[in-house]
Nanobody
């Protein structure tokens, strides 16, 4: 299975972007798909996750109310709708797949290549 992240770009503060993560193979109901981000000089951090089967979602505190994670099971694609973007959201965003819910990068086995989001002030 491979993951392909896309949708990054340059946006002004307050703007919106939607990231996509397409899986080349089948994602099972037991899987958890997550979004992480890594700003320059910082460690990779959890942003959001969704249980593929139930659709239950989880967010880091700093994006709650602004970001929404969703999935299209038929298209094997996960999305991250990012609204009210802030300069501190600037980072490379990665999608990943794990076998259970986790908040640490090490708990996810398969990773996409990352897509850069830059928010200007």
């Amino acid at each position: 299975v491979q993951l392909q992240a896309s949708g990054g770009g340059l946006v002004q503060a307050g703007g919106s972007l939607r990231l996509s993560c397409a899986a080349s193979g089948r994602t099972f109901s037991s899987h958890v798909m997550g979004w992480f981000r890594q700003a320059s000089g910082k460690e990779r951090e959890f942003v959001a996750a969704i249980r593929w089967g139930t659709g239950s979602t989880y967010y880091t505190e700093s994006v709650k109310g602004r970001f929404t994670v969703s999935r299209d099971k038929a298209a094997e694609t996960m999305y991250l709708q990012m609204n009210s973007l802030k300069p501190e959201d600037t980072a490379v965003y990665y999608c990943a797949r794990g076998n259970s819910l986790g908040y640490a990068p090490a708990e996810y086995r398969i990773w996409g290549q990352g897509t850069l989001v830059t928010v200007s002030s």
